[in-house]
T-cell receptor, first 109, second 114 residues
């Protein structure tokens, strides 16, 4: 079945770059998403990429997609303490979305 | 980006009562909305896909009679937790598809059943 996997934790120092990785299994995915969730809050759409693209950049965020390996990554440049949150990778395929378990990003001053 | 609003954001109810949660797309029409459940420190579990004007499609293991979903218009879907029990306590989140590839989420509704 469909499965999305992410590493659970990432810790970086303020000002460094963060790279959060995700793998998925459904080759029919049309869109792949990155969401941010802060404690007690809903999900905030950070960015998404269409499956026929291999890169998308939006200010400090860079998404890389390797469709052959079914690997997606989110790079946050100049990470700030306000970026500390849980980041979810998700795929949209066959009319529904599947989420990874989330990566908790901790940014140390 | 597009806005999806959920109401109420928090609700506490007694065991055996029913609770309705609303999900509205405020600035776009959503033919499809999704309902998720999130357990503490866990990912989102898709409960059902709600299509305007037709019956919802439930994921395996989700009780249709327990979680009633109605998608009455292109901007509103409701989830009713019927005869709620403490094990139904959770964070319920909806999302709406803009049709252009974007999937926006509501802020979530925290249900506590006493």
């Amino acid at each position: 079945g469909e499965d999305v996997e992410q590493s659970l934790f990432l810790s970086v120092r303020e000002g460094d770059s963060s790279v959060i990785n995700c793998t998925y299994t459904d080759s029919s995915s049309t869109y792949l998403y990155w969401y941010k969730q802060e404690p007690g809050a809903g999900l905030q759409l950070l960015t998404y990429i269409f499956s026929n693209m291999d890169m998308k950049q939006d200010q400090r965020l860079t998404v890389l997609l390797n469709k052959k390996d079914k690997h997606l990554s989110l790079r946050i440049a100049d990470t700030q303490t306000g970026d500390s949150a849980i980041y979810f990778c998700a795929e949209f395929a066959k009319g529904k979305s599947t989420f990874g378990d989330g990566t908790t990003l901790t940014v140390k001053p | 980006g597009a806005v999806v609003s959920q109401h109420p954001s928090r609700v506490i109810c007694k065991s055996g009562t029913s609770v309705k949660i609303e999900c509205r797309s405020l600035d776009f029409q959503a033919t499809t909305m999704f309902w998720y459940r999130q357990f503490p420190k866990k990912s989102l579990m898709l409960m059902a896909t709600s299509n305007e004007g037709s019956k919802a499609t439930y994921e395996q293991g989700v009780e249709k009679d327990k979680f009633l979903i109605n998608h009455a218009s292109l901007t509103l879907s409701t989830l009713t937790v019927t005869s709620a029990h403490p094990e139904d306590s959770s964070f319920y989140i909806c999302s709406a598809n803009t049709g252009a590839g974007e999937l926006f989420f509501g802020e979530g509704s925290r249900l506590t059943v006493l």
